[in-house]
Structure formats: structure tokens, C-alpha cells
Nanobody
Framework: QVQLVESGGGLVQAGGSLRLSCAASGRIFSINAMGWYRQAPGKQREKVATITNGGTTTCADSVKGRFTISRDNAKNTVDLQMNNLKPEDTAVYYC???????????WGQGTQVTVSS
């Protein structure tokens, strides 16, 4: 089992910044990639950014140039730096840890990000 604990959400005005952090514990060695997803009210959960053990990153088009994902393998943390936030970024953000074999996704409890206009 892998446990994920997120922190750093909150309320911010449009144009502002927030930094989300996720700490992983448990069977860390089984994790192949970590990332951040978000779910806005009435919408499906969507991928925001991911990072592999080797440091390869992906980022959704909607946040490119504004959000940056980073990982500290020594501390077992993954952060999401969010700049120039927009009201459409408002959502619950979830930390994810992916195990490739056997395939399994671990999820954090979620942290609310609200961007006011």
C-alpha cells in the first residue's frame, strides 16, 4: 500500500500562485510515476501533470507555461507549482501514484483550490 497526503490548497485571486505538495509513504519502491489530477464540479477528473521516476514530465495543454511539476525522490514528495491561476483552475486537486505492475493507481484525499475572479 501507498499513502498520499496533499497540502497547499486554498483560495487565491486570479493571477496569483499556489504550491501543492504531496508526501508519499508506504511501499514507495512500487511507484513508477506520480502526478496531479483535478476534478471541477460536474466534470470528470482530468490529468494536470505527471512525472516519472526518471524525471520525464507531462503537462496538460490548459496549464502549460503556468504549472510546473517537480519531484524529490529522497523525500518522496511531488509538488505542483501553479502560477497565473485562472478561475477555470478551480477544482479539487488529487495526488496520484501509479504502480505499473500490477497496475494500480493510488490517490490522495484531495485538496481544494479556488481561484476568484
Amino acid at each position: 500500500q501507498v499513502q498520499l497526503v496533499e497540502s497547499g490548497g486554498g483560495l487565491v485571486q486570479a493571477g496569483g500562485s499556489l504550491r501543492l505538495s504531496c508526501a508519499a509513504s508506504g511501499r514507495i519502491f512500487s511507484i513508477n510515476a506520480m502526478g496531479w489530477y483535478r476534478q471541477a464540479p460536474g466534470k470528470q477528473r482530468e490529468k494536470v501533470a505527471t512525472i516519472t521516476n526518471g524525471g520525464t514530465t507531462t503537462c496538460a495543454d490548459s496549464v502549460k507555461g503556468r504549472f510546473t511539476i517537480s519531484r524529490d525522490n529522497a523525500k518522496n514528495t511531488v509538488d505542483l507549482q501553479m502560477n497565473n491561476l485562472k478561475p477555470e483552475d478551480t477544482a479539487v486537486y488529487y495526488c496520484n501514484a501509479r504502480q505499473n505492475w500490477p497496475y494500480y493507481d493510488y490517490w490522495g484525499q484531495g485538496t481544494q483550490v479556488t481561484v476568484s475572479s
